[in-house]
């Protein structure tokens, strides 16, 4: 925790440049609050709460075939108005088959802040200072599953066929975008094994950097405690070495197998012994302030209101 | 759980369509594996063990002034090339000065599957059926600080500047690109309230997608349980309203909070009467198998092997 202490120590002076300002402009592009700004001769935009203007180069009738140098004058007149009424930041929407305009807008400080399929979104801070800008997404989410047999003291293991070691672990897989943790889970160990099986609580969670196979951003994984509603393995060939149904005390024993497998095995034997209670983390659906959408939350069981 | 229910009921058929071969070309572009192939006339790339080409337009000496018609020429030639080859997938790292061969790809097929800072990265799936390509980053990371006073039974929040409803919350925000969850929940506890504090536990998890503030992306809230190192207040004024140590009891009674805050000060209140072990996730570090690089593992304590 050297680095909780060193961040612990800034001092006031840096706290004051670089602190608690920093999520200002932290919903830029989604803020509902938005009016749209017209530039003498320059580009349409809209305007958020925030002090930042986004054009969606799609919805403003540019020329398909618009030359880089004819967009870096259009977007240079309305840099110079934006910049006079103050603006902080500038977000331009760019469909990748006007790609050519995001390098015009490179040549005036734009960067890529993220892209998806069909579009890239570039920004520029025009504020003082560092960029107060809200990032991209930084993680993926990996989930596995720990399917234990109550009755025979047993949970589900696989071999990776693309592994040099071949160790034991549990199946699992990266969730697919919007995919709860527990569908990932489920879904992974259906694919990997050919188990039916249903989510019953979080166990563990790893966070990783710059891991490998994540487009250097990080991973977060977590293991999951589900429960087997069928027992025939019928394991994916593409994937798995082997797959079998393991005695948990024999999985905290054996070198075979990863750390972070070896150590869940461990929970799921104190569970086993002494009450999942012990080691769960249960979830609970509830819907979001703002949206109504649901969330899941997880924490430990509370003991019941009295 | 509708939804793991209706996965689990997948037809074997479709789970051989879609299922385990989903994580074979999940390392493509990161494998170290690699080695160059050149198209005759066409472009160089490096090629994976999974099947992929990638190519990287910063380094194979294309003219700085290329047009979208040669690259779309040169493109096309390598494609034709490396279709006859078998290869599965193309990735194509583009400079953002040279982002109209972006435009020239998407004629060909091509997609952003990202973009950060200076490039961006575009991909082809050439295989059979639905692509089977690993998506990118799709979870930004929130992270919050309980602080809590054991010897008072007091824990501090704030009320945001910003919001309508001025309901108590834990200090927090998001993480910065490879920070550990305990070090982002010290410095936006310092941040926010000026009071310096130190980790001690993971409480609760919150999954959310389609997170107002997050791109279209998701969103992982996390609460963590701090000790307090200094206790005098100095909150940020651009951001809180009002900042105070409260009684833990208090805030698990009053109506102006949230659902989240309002359960975690029942965990609190829990840990505060019967013991933190009762609500906490420990956290340890590890070192990867792989890279040798630190990572944090999280769950319920373990007893100390006998």
Redesign the interface.
């Known amino acids: 925790?050297a680095?909780?202490?060193f961040?612990?120590?800034?001092s006031?002076l840096l706290?004051e440049r670089f602190?608690?300002?920093?999520?200002?402009l932290?919903?830029a592009?989604?803020c509902s609050q938005l009016h749209k700004v017209e530039g003498p001769g320059g580009l349409t935009g809209k305007v958020d709460r925030f002090g930042g203007v986004t054009v969606n180069l799609a919805e403003v009738g540019l020329p398909a075939d618009i030359s880089?140098n004819a967009f870096s004058s259009l977007l240079q007149d309305s840099l110079v108005q934006w910049k006079a009424d103050g603006k902080m930041a500038v977000w331009l929407q760019v469909p990748?088959?006007?790609?050519?305009?995001?390098?015009a807008a490179?040549?005036h400080g734009f960067?890529?802040?993220?892209?998806?399929?069909?579009?890239?979104?570039l920004a520029l801070w025009m504020g003082e200072g560092e960029s107060r800008l809200?990032?991209?997404?930084?993680?993926?989410?990996g989930v596995a599953g720990a399917v234990v047999d109550e009755s025979a003291g047993k949970v589900l293991v696989v071999q990776d066929k693309n592994k040099t070691k071949n160790a034991w672990k549990f199946p699992g897989?990266?969730?697919?975008?919007?995919e709860?943790?527990?569908?990932t889970a489920?879904?992974e160990v259906?694919?990997?094994t050919?188990v039916?099986?249903?989510?019953r609580s979080?166990?563990?969670?790893?966070?990783?950097?710059?891991h490998?196979?994540?487009?250097?951003?990080?991973d977060?994984y977590i293991i999951c405690r589900l429960s087997p509603?069928t027992y025939d393995i019928?394991f994916?060939t593409?994937?798995c070495l082997r797959c079998e149904w393991l005695h948990v005390g024999e999985l905290t024993e054996t070198s075979s197998t990863?750390?972070?497998t070896s150590?869940?095995a461990?929970?799921l034997l104190?569970g086993l012994e002494q009450g999942f209670d012990?080691?769960?983390?249960t979830m609970e659906e509830?819907p979001?302030?703002?949206?109504g959408?649901f969330?899941?939350?997880?924490?430990?069981q509370?003991?019941a209101k009295s």
């Open positions: 925790m680095a909780c202490a961040l612990s120590r800034l006031p706290r602190g608690c300002k920093v999520r200002a932290s919903c592009v989604t880089e990748i088959s006007l790609s050519r305009c995001a390098a490179a040549a960067t890529f802040h993220h892209a998806k399929s069909d579009h890239a979104m809200p990032g991209f997404a930084t993680h993926q989410v897989g990266l969730s697919d975008p919007g709860n943790i527990g569908v489920v879904r259906f694919e990997e050919g039916r099986s249903e989510f979080l166990l563990s969670i790893r966070q990783q950097h710059q490998p196979g994540a487009f250097g951003m990080s977060m509603l019928n994916c593409h994937e990863t750390p972070i150590r869940v461990r929970l104190h012990k080691i769960d983390l509830l979001a302030v703002y949206s959408r969330y899941q939350l997880y924490h430990r509370l003991p």
